[in-house]
């Protein structure tokens, strides 16, 4: 698919162990080929050695400040006081992330010199060409399948399809900082609520991790697009999950340490499954 200037894959790093995501994330799109920009925006959190194997992948690279929100909401959404009240049942998040960095993928609708712009989280990799999302409406995202086949009513915003926009951007501002407003899954709970409407893409284009031990059935090679690692990170060493993980650890491994993929049929298969 030939792609104008005007396409763009974007991510964000708001610290050191992010950017290591995020090297390999540009590594695997560099390697299917596209010519959309790969743009990743970071924080001030984020030293320049740190982004320096971004910059050999000729990522365009884009300082962005935390959005100008209250003390009242910083408050609310800090680390401690947002997993006290909404607390992760499911898997654990590991010590580097702090929630409140989320926000800042909302600064994405300001690249309005791109006529269209997929996320994507550091904490993915992309297994094949997708530049066909750029197809796809505002705002499209897959659900967030991870548990059971109940969840596909559910949004996920590790991977999703955007329009730049000042005044979207704007609108959004609005409707963040309300009087006691609690998003208590961050970005992914406000993106749900600003889009209500939103599209659904399918599950493949954002295969969380979790698929793998809780619904095997569903874990098809031939037909994934995007690995994303949600909760434990692939490069943390002996997490909690690492050994029923240990497939996908090692792809991530691969792919960050040479940007090689290995043959998607050769791939190691979940537990019990043909």
Known sequence: MNLSPAFAYVTLITN???????TALARSLRRTGTSADVVVLHTGGVDAAALAPLKTLDCRLMQVEHLPLSDAFNDRHARGHLHSAAPFTKGRKPEFHS????????????LVEYERCVFIDADALVLK????????????????VYESLADFHRMNSGVFVAKPSHDTFRKMLESLDGPDAFWRRTDQTFLETFFPEW????VYFNMLQYVWFTMPEL????????VHYQYEKPWEKDHPRAKQLQPLIDLWHRLHESGDMPEITALKKPEGTA
């Open 199 to 202: 599209h659904g893409l399918p």
């Open 16 to 22: 050191a162990d992010y950017a290591i995501g995020a």
């Open 219 to 226: 874990w098809d090679w031939k037909s994934i697009s995007i």
């Open 129 to 144: 060409n997708v530049d066909k999302l750029f197809l796809y409406p505002e705002f499209s995202a897959a659900p967030n």
């Open 99 to 110: 929630p409140l960095d989320n926000f800042c993928k909302l600064r994405l609708w300001q």
